[in-house]
């Protein structure tokens, strides 16, 4: 069955820190899509980024980098020189291909970063 | 703005009530999703609708139903409420096609006393 892990519950760090987001997935399927979301203080959920199963190239976008390892089945996120405006729940999230195109999510890591 | 809109924002009603919560997708989007948020059981799939099509159903309870209209807006309809439905409730579009982002809406929080 699928299943999305989030490790870590909380996170806090000082403005400037790096830091990691920890996710590990289990699936069946050997097609299958990975993705993040940002949910604010303010609670909606934007889009970060998607992976799917065939791509295991990581990708950096400013500050923000994805690290997608199949061999341990994790999509780590990490945060360089972290800021305030970052602090917010990450949610990493699979879909399958077998299984249609609903998300499931993991639980969530608040990170919470201050000045 | 993701361009995925949802009404109310807020509802307070009481148990055993019924209420509906409104959807519209992005434009250009077939595919509607709605999803439930709450402290215990986190982000939850519920039901799914393409072009006006059920397509795939989660862990939604039988006393809630959704439905997609010709403009391809979305309702979901929840009944007989329970203190145990309070949470927030999301809509997100996407174009139906496997493995692609989905954009949410802001949600609706749903209050029942």
């Known amino acids: 069955a699928q299943k999305v892990t989030q490790a870590q519950t909380e996170i806090s760090v000082v403005e400037k820190e790096d830091v990691t987001l920890d996710c590990v997935y289990e699936t069946r399927d050997t097609t299958y899509y990975l993705f993040w979301y940002k949910q604010p203080p303010s609670g909606e959920l934007v889009f970060l980024i998607r992976?799917?199963?065939?791509?295991?190239q990581n990708e950096i976008s400013g500050r923000y980098s994805w690290n997608f390892q199949k061999s341990t089945s994790s999509f780590n996120f990490t945060i360089t020189a972290s800021q305030v405006v970052d602090s917010a729940v990450y949610f990493c999230a699979l879909s399958e291909n077998q299984a249609g195109t609903a998300l499931i999510f993991g639980k969530g890591t608040t990170l919470s970063v201050s000045s | 703005d993701s361009g995925v809109t949802q009404t109310p924002k807020h509802l307070i009603t009481a148990t055993g009530q019924r209420v509906t919560l409104r959807c519209s997708p992005r434009?250009?989007?077939?595919?509607v999703y709605w999803y439930q948020q709450s402290l215990d059981q986190g982000l939850q799939f519920l039901i799914q609708?393409?072009?006006?099509?059920?397509?795939a159903k989660g862990n939604i309870l039988e006393r809630f139903s959704a439905q997609q209209f010709p403009d391809l807006h979305s309702e979901l309809n929840l009944s007989s409420l329970e203190l145990g439905d309070s949470a927030l409730y999301f809509c997100a579009s996407s174009d139906g096609g496997v493995g692609h982002e989905q954009y949410f809406g802001p949600g609706t929080r749903l209050t029942v006393t």
């Open positions: 434009s250009g989007d077939l595919s």
């Open positions: 992976r799917n199963s065939f791509d295991e």
């Open positions: 609708y393409y072009n006006g099509e059920e397509r």
